[in-house]
C-alpha cells in the first residue's frame, strides 16, 4: 500500500464531538418545526431517532450519519405544508448556527498535520455551506484543500464519489488515503474508495461497531500523529 499523503475527515463526530454538538440542535429543529407542540416535537423525534426525554440519539439515528434530505424525508410525513426544499434549506441554515464543540483542540492538531505534508480534507453528509461555517468558525478553514458536502456534486457517503474526488484533487491514490469517520458510513464509504480507514469514539458508536470496518479505531483524532508514527515504522 502507499504511503499516506493525504487525511480525509468526516465532520460530526470527528472534528466535533457528536452529542455535545448535535443534541441541542436537534432539540432547537424539532421544537422550532413544531411550533411550540409538545406532542408533534415528540413524534418528529421518533422519526429521526431522537428522544426528547433524554436528549440523546438511538445508535440507528439517521441524524448521525445520514444526508440532510434524507432526514427531512423522514421529518416532512409530519409537516404540513411544508415543502421538502424548504426544510432542507431550514435544515442547512440552522445546521451553520450549531455551538461546536471541538473533539480535541484543532488548530494546533491541523498545524502539526500540515508540518508534514499531508493533504487535507472534509468529507461530510452535511450540507457544503454549513460545513464551511463551520470549519471557519472553528478557525481551521484554511488548513484543508478539499471540502465536500451531500449537496457538492460528489455524491454522499457511504458511495465512496466524493472520497476520490479529494484523491483525485489531491493527486494522491485512493491507497495512499486515510478515511477518519466515527459511523460505519464513514468506514463504508473509505473501504470502497480503496483508502485505509481509521474510526474515532466521538461519535454515537462504539468500538465494536467499527472494528470490521477499521484498520485502527482511536479515541479521538488526537491520536493521529502518533498513529502516523507507527504506521511509517511499521512500512
Known amino acids: 500500500m502507499d504511503d499516506i499523503g493525504g487525511l480525509l475527515f468526516d465532520k460530526d463526530g470527528t472534528l466535533f464531538d457528536f452529542r455535545a454538538t448535535w443534541a441541542a440542535w436537534s432539540r432547537r429543529l424539532l421544537e422550532d418545526l413544531a411550533a411550540g407542540s409538545p406532542e408533534r416535537s415528540e413524534i418528529l423525534g421518533r422519526a429521526v431517532g431522537f428522544d426528547l426525554a433524554t436528549d440523546s440519539f438511538l445508535p440507528d439515528s439517521p441524524v448521525i450519519a445520514h444526508p440532510v434530505p434524507e432526514i427531512a424525508a423522514l421529518l416532512l410525513p ?116 480503496g483508502m485505509r480507514t481509521v474510526g474515532v469514539l466521538t461519535g454515537v458508536a462504539g468500538a465494536e461497531a467499527l472494528a470490521d470496518l477499521a484498520d485502527v479505531v482511536l479515541p479521538d483524532i488526537g491520536h493521529l500523529p502518533d498513529w502516523l508514527d507507527r504506521n511509517a515504522r511499521s512500512g
Do not use: C
Not at 451553520?96 to 472534509?122: C, E, H, N, Q, Y
Not at 460545513?131 to 451531500?150: P, Q, Y
Not at 457517503?157 to 484523491?167: C, D, R, S
Open 78 to 193: 409530519h409537516l404540513p405544508g411544508m415543502e421538502m426544499g424548504r426544510l432542507v434549506d431550514h435544515m442547512n441554515a440552522l445546521s451553520a448556527t450549531a455551538t461546536l464543540v471541538p473533539a480535541t483542540p484543532l488548530p494546533p492538531l491541523f498545524d502539526a498535520l500540515r508540518a508534514r505534508g499531508l493533504k487535507i480534507g472534509l468529507v461530510t453528509n452535511d450540507g457544503e455551506a454549513p460545513a464551511l461555517a463551520h470549519l471557519r468558525s472553528a478557525g481551521i478553514l484554511d488548513r484543508f484543500d478539499f471540502v465536500a458536502g451531500f449537496d457538492s456534486g460528489h455524491g454522499a457517503k457511504p458511495e465512496p464519489g466524493p472520497l476520490l474526488a479529494f484523491a483525485e484533487a489531491a493527486g494522491l491514490r485512493p491507497s495512499g488515503v486515510a478515511m477518519i469517520g466515527d459511523s460505519r458510513h464513514d468506514l463504508l464509504a473509505g473501504r470502497a474508495a
